[in-house]
């Protein structure tokens, strides 16, 4: 493994800055936080899952002229396609510069329909050896952290009664209301 | 023990209403506050029913018994928040102001009539308790009716509408809660019972004194269930936070074996932070989970990198194996048989295969609890799974039909 250039929270705080400076929508919807960042960036932002061959990497951000494309994994978990897309936002997001660009027939293959020619660079996600790799992959650890965040208190279980009435389920909010607090439900 | 047991159910019932206090000057709702000012005059009762405190105040004057007249007017006036918390809860604060000014009215009366009836009756400063010689008395009497009515039927209310809505409700603190409350009025229903048996008895001319240590024992430990009842929905989520967090860090320790074997050997450039920091800051919540998430996504990258190695007859020997497990532990050890399998091939320097077939689907949902947990499966089946063993045996010394057992072997 290579060495970092930047020390290790050096670019936590880096990170940390980058995301106040982000609108992330809360709750978290990887739809909305596309659009706040195409809005920042002026360019479309388009997301293509594709069967990616285990050779390629999981992840690529595609820049063309007009348009920002983010490639990601379709044969893994949703977890982890939505991390990997959010790795590939967070380079976006960073305004890093491509480390090389991609050859037309590669391009020509994974999207048939761009002109191959038309790839001004590329940038992908298969290891975290290089400081934009690493901070793009932090950002994305980061936010997704924070996007789950309420997803580790374990959900409300489903009423295991119906309610006979309305009036039932009013005045169990009421008693839910008056004894719960004031703690918060997270620590 | 009445001292003891008192002093503690007085300290438990201030520090509730201390508790549920700050939320009442925050929410500025009638139902908290109603909540609060119950357990503030639950500890009133018990402050004032403390055998030496309430010694020191029946001295206090001359000619009157202070500490029982305190008592019983605390206790009706408990009874009585006790239903307008009740009364708040059925009705919206509109609907019940009605009721609610009709109990203050009753109590404000019932406060005039006890206290008439009771210094009519001249208990004297050295009658501590509610004795025969006392209930001899009828003024005295009816104040000893009136107070049982009075929280006999606060408590009659307390139990039934606990036990119905902890049905009812969908949050389990709060149905708890409600059960350990209504449970904690029955105890003292059964004390009020007790009581009245004690005063038909007296004038029956039957002795029922000798259960007065157990009468006290059952009304205590009954307004112990009550305060913790109304507050465990409040202080409860820290106490199951707190378990939650021991059992997320020891199910991240539990991917450790699993995360060395397949990210840092194998694929060591897929590790974000190698950070050697002390367990106790990797303890701290924040600091876990965002290890936990990391975790989970390098060993998802390890997967997709492993990929290319794995020995699909290997995991086909393993499906077969498994295909009477449910699908969450079924797919754990097809998983981690293709994860050995992948690690071998790595290792031994095998072609990597271009065209892999997908790998199994893990059933998840797409949040990190269920990730977790599937994980901690595929680990622990990584580790030490007798089926896992037997698929990847049976790879290098037979064929795979032959190591179909016909009835597999559950392993260690």
């Known amino acids: ?187 | 023990m009445t001292t003891a047991l008192y002093s503690l159910c007085a300290a438990g019932a201030w520090v509730a209403a201390g508790y549920k206090l700050s939320a009442t000057r925050k929410l500025r709702d009638p139902t908290v506050a109603a909540v609060c000012v119950t357990l503030a005059l639950m500890g009133m009762v018990f402050t004032a029913s403390i055998p030496p405190l309430r010694v020191w105040l029946d001295h206090q004057l001359t000619s009157v018994n202070l500490g029982v007249l305190l008592t019983l007017l605390c206790v009706v006036a408990f009874s009585t928040s006790a239903q307008v918390m009740l009364l708040l809860w059925t009705n919206t604060p509109e609907n019940a102001r009605g009721a609610v000014r009709n109990r203050l009215i009753a109590l404000a009366g019932v406060v005039v009539l006890i206290t008439v009836l009771y210094l009519g009756a001249h208990p004297g400063p050295h009658d501590h308790s509610f004795s025969r010689s006392s209930a001899g008395s009828l003024g005295y009497a009816a104040c000893l009716l009136i107070y049982l009515a009075a929280l006999g039927i606060a408590m009659l209310a307390i139990a039934r509408l606990g036990w119905r809505y902890a049905r009812l409700t969908g949050r389990p603190l709060v149905a708890h809660g409600l059960r350990l409350a209504a449970a904690g009025a029955t105890l003292v229903l059964a004390y009020c019972v007790y009581r009245l048996g004690t005063l038909v008895g007296s004038w029956l001319g039957s002795d029922m004194a000798r259960l007065e240590t157990l009468s006290r024992f059952i009304a205590g430990n009954g307004a112990l269930l009550i305060m913790l009842g109304l507050t465990l929905p409040s202080w409860g989520p820290l106490f199951v936070h707190g378990f939650d967090h021991l059992r997320r860090y020891a199910r991240y320790q539990r991917l450790h074996p699993l995360w060395l074997s397949i990210v840092a050997e194998r694929h060591p450039e897929l590790v974000l932070d190698r950070s050697t920091a002390r367990a106790l800051r990797r303890f701290a919540p924040g600091e876990l989970d965002f290890r936990v998430y990391r975790r989970i996504i390098e060993l998802f990258d390890a997967r997709l990198a492993l990929r290319p190695y794995i020995d699909p007859a290997a995991r086909e020997r393993a499906r077969r194996l498994t295909r009477h497990l449910d699908e969450h532990e079924r797919s754990a050890i097809v998983a981690a048989t293709e994860l050995r399998s992948a690690v071998r091939a790595e290792r031994a320097g095998a072609p990597a295969d271009h065209e892999p077939p997908e790998a199994e689907e893990a059933p998840l949902d797409g949040d990190v609890v269920s990730a977790l947990a599937w994980w901690v499966r595929v680990a622990r089946a990584y580790a030490r799974s007798g089926w896992v063993a037997e698929a990847l045996a049976a790879s290098t010394d037979a064929p795979a039909d032959a190591a179909t057992p016909d009835s597999p072997r559950r392993p260690e």
């Not at chain 1, 063309?64 to 990997?84: F, K």
């Not at chain 1, 997001?93 to 999207?111: I, K, N, P």
């Open chain 1, 1 to 187: 493994m290579g060495q970092p250039q930047v020390s290790k929270d050096g670019l936590k705080r880096r990170c940390r800055r980058r995301l106040r400076e982000l609108e992330i929508p809360d709750p978290f919807d990887l739809d909305r936080f596309c659009a706040s960042l195409s809005e920042r960036t002026g360019r479309p932002i388009r997301l293509l899952a594709l069967e990616l061959s285990p050779s390629s990497p999981c992840g690529m951000w595609l820049s063309t002229a007009t348009t920002d494309y983010v490639i990601y994994q379709s044969a893994t978990d949703p977890l982890h396609q939505e991390h990997i897309v959010l790795h590939e936002l967070s380079h976006i997001a960073c305004a890093h510069s491509a480390t090389s660009v991609l050859r037309t027939d590669t391009a020509e293959r994974l999207l048939p329909h761009l002109d191959g020619d038309m790839v001004h660079s590329v940038l992908a996600r298969s290891h975290y050896t290089q400081d934009q790799e690493r901070e793009a992959e932090l950002m994305a650890s980061l936010i997704l952290h924070r996007a789950r965040r309420d997803s580790w208190a374990e959900a409300t279980p489903a009423r295991r009664v119906q309610l006979s009435a309305e009036d039932d389920a009013r005045i169990a909010a009421r008693i839910e209301r008056s004894l719960q607090n004031p703690v918060r439900c997270r620590p």
